[in-house]
């Protein structure tokens, strides 16, 4: 079976192409299983002569989070020529909560009624399979067509990078902006992080852009908030190598439908690491530490973590680090290959 994904070049999908499209196509092939390689969406929506010959040469295409209206008319074109549809989702579907702004980051569609709601849904109707990146979202999906959770899986060799030792410093890491973390910039959780600096001085706290517009900085005092400009998606592991304590805010709607990524990248780099108790982390609770999303509860979280940061950092590199190194996607592909398979 040959395979084709298909995921935008915008910047805010990249690590979503990498996580769920680049990494999956290289351990199809290597593994031997299928043929898979990955498109840029916007050459197949411009008719590029390369990526209409992959997705003529393939048996599947899968569509991987952009869901605008120009995907929506190419989804029957493709089905009429035999093609099987699988769409990959890790956002959750338009709602009175997320539609607007919110939706157009990343289904890039700016659905603002429900008439463009419905179109959305038409399309998602015209899929075989949709592979979510959350059971909550696989669960909301299975009223349009028959969907599946695809979990996060790592490509591990990215992350065992030399630790990057910084004495007499604590390196505490905020998430790159995405929609479940915007949590993280409220002007009270701002409040909370100053608080914690001014309390423990030896703190920096790690804020990964481009993607945090100059809006999201206001409020951080220095010395202790360091932004960390990425320029590329390989600059991330090596910032996570030299983290001490890694923070996973999730909240609302977009919080029980995130993937798990984010908390996994910390257990394979090590990371000792506080999330919100949200569902998608909880299958690995055991090796963390999840919170309320309030103030106070993430504050005692993270000076618990610093004041006994030896402690936690001897978890991280135990247990944790070997749960993490079950969950690489050479490790799983043959489960990842059944998925696709069905659709056939």
């Known amino acids: 079976m040959k395979i084709v994904f298909a995921g935008s070049s915008r910047w805010i999908d990249r690590e979503s192409v990498v996580g769920r499209c680049r990494n999956l196509a290289a351990a199809l092939t290597e593994s031997g299983l299928y043929q898979a390689v990955v498109i840029e969406l916007e050459e197949l929506l411009r008719n590029n002569d390369r990526a209409v010959a992959a997705c003529e040469a393939a048996d599947l295409l899968i569509f991987h989070r952009l869901m605008d209206e120009r995907v929506i008319q190419a989804i029957p074109f493709w089905k009429a020529r035999g093609k099987k549809i699988i769409i990959d989702l890790d956002h959750p579907l338009p709602s009175a909560d997320f539609r607007g702004e919110r939706m157009r980051r990343y289904s890039g569609w700016e659905i603002h009624d429900s008439i463009a709601e419905e179109k959305f849904r038409s399309g998602l109707r015209m899929a075989d399979l949709i592979t979510a990146g959350s059971q909550r979202l696989a669960d909301d999906c299975a009223v349009y067509t028959r969907s599946i959770y695809l979990p996060d899986y790592l490509d591990l060799n990215r992350y065992l990078t030399p630790r990057t030792e910084h004495p007499g410093e604590v390196w505490v890491g905020l998430p790159r902006e995405d929609e479940a973390s915007e949590f993280a910039f409220l002007p009270d959780m701002i409040a909370m992080l ?18 945090l517009s100059s809006k999201g900085f206001a409020g951080f005092e220095e010395p202790w908030f360091v932004p960390v400009a990425l320029t590329s998606l390989e600059e991330w592991p090596r910032l996570l190598s030299g983290l001490d304590v890694g923070l996973a805010p999730a909240d609302g709607v977009s919080g029980t439908r995130i993937g798990r990524r984010r908390v996994l990248e910390y257990m394979a780099a090590r990371v000792p690491w506080i999330a919100s108790d949200v569902q998608p982390y909880h299958e690995f609770a055991r090796y963390g530490w999840l919170v309320r999303n309030t103030p106070y509860e993430w504050r005692r979280a993270i000076l618990e973590v610093i004041d006994h940061l030896e402690g936690y950092q001897a978890e991280a590199g135990g247990e944790a ?19 696709y398979a069905s659709v056939m």
């Open 194 to 211: 100053n608080e914690v600096g001014r309390l423990r001085p030896q703190v920096r706290f790690f804020v990964p852009h481009p993607g």
């Open 321 to 339: 680090f070997l749960v993490a190194l079950g969950q690489d996607v050479h490790e799983n592909i043959h489960a990842i290959a059944t998925i």
